[in-house]
């Protein structure tokens, strides 16, 4: 701890522009973090509404807990009825709808390989 102390402490107190570098580094992290955490995931964000609110009654959806049915009602209060087997219905929250699955889900076959 000591060492860390002196070498901080080493610098020559006559100089200047020493807080002009620690701003510029400063900006520099702060420019970093918003290129790869906050961008991307607004990005991301902006796809899945997208996504969600593009939904049509026949299309072939995964959820987010994993069950895999067919669109069969669109309601207005931002559910849908989701069919997992003939004649078995889920009512559920179209937030709930998974995009990266999905898109898996209906990916042709000679695509997946």
Not at 17 to 29: C, P, T
Request: hydrophobic share 45%; glycine share 8%.
């Amino acid at each position: 701890m000591f060492y860390l102390n002196a070498i901080f402490l080493a610098g020559n107190p006559q100089q200047g522009g020493g807080g002009m570098v620690q701003l510029v580094m400063m900006g520099a992290i702060i420019l970093v973090f918003w290129l790869f955490m906050i961008r991307p995931q607004a990005k991301k964000a902006k796809e899945q509404k997208s996504f969600v609110d593009n939904m049509q009654k026949g299309d072939k959806v995964v959820t987010i807990a994993g069950i895999h049915g067919t669109i069969n009602k669109i309601n207005e209060d931002n559910t849908l009825q989701l069919e997992v087997s003939p004649g078995s219905y889920l009512k559920i929250e179209k937030s709930t709808i998974s995009m990266e699955w999905t898109t898996a889900l209906n990916k042709p076959v000679a695509e997946k390989k």
